[in-house]
């Protein structure tokens, strides 16, 4: 059995596929977290991000939503300067914005519960022989980032809304070959 192609042979990238992708999270407030990293891959590599991804907790508070809703222009311009994230000004602006809209969804039926009831709180599991056949989109992600717009998120398009999905286990999209697909019953 061999591992999903876009695994590089970098042990960060490794254990990412190995331990995290692709497994079901039910966290709110860690799916938040992931929402907002993918945002910020958008037009990067996702090596990018993991290798950053202790510089964007300990700058965006661990990511906790409650924190995050009360900054304003002070703290942007903090982050447009700290070398430990993506300086993007307007995902960071976005990260901020998703925070408050995190905490109306929360306070009205569970954000993790908004989430899931997009697959009917059952991850969707894919039997893709190669990873050319994964879809960068599909009318779920389409949905489901339609959904959370209106509901007041940035950066969140169809196809930032599918590698979440993949990444939190919504979507399992371990090729077949992998040992990480459900029908293998194995873990590296």
Not at 15 to 38: A, I, N
Request: glycine share 6%; charged share 20%.
């Amino acid at each position: 059995m061999t591992r999903c192609d876009w695994v590089t042979d970098d042990p960060l990238y490794i254990k990412y596929h190995d331990t995290e992708w692709g497994r079901p999270v039910y966290d709110g407030r860690r799916l938040f977290e992931c929402l907002c990293l993918e945002g910020f891959q958008s037009g990067l590599s996702w090596i990018v991000i993991l290798r950053k991804r202790a510089g964007f907790r300990a700058a965006f508070a661990q990511f906790d939503p409650d924190v995050l809703a009360t900054w304003g222009d002070d703290q942007i311009e903090q982050l447009v300067k700290n070398p430990q994230i993506v300086r993007h000004r307007g995902k960071i602006s976005a990260v901020i914005q998703n925070a408050q809209a995190w905490q109306n969804i929360e306070r009205t039926q569970g954000f993790a519960n908004f989430i899931w009831s997009h697959v009917d709180h059952r991850p969707i599991v894919n039997n893709w022989k190669t990873i050319g056949e994964v879809p960068a989109q599909t009318d779920l992600s389409r949905t489901l980032a339609k959904a959370l717009k209106q509901k007041g998120f940035k950066f969140c398009g169809p196809t930032t809304v599918y590698a979440f999905m993949q990444a939190t286990g919504l979507v399992n999209d371990h090729v077949i070959t992998c040992p990480n697909h459900p029908d293998n019953h194995i873990t590296p």
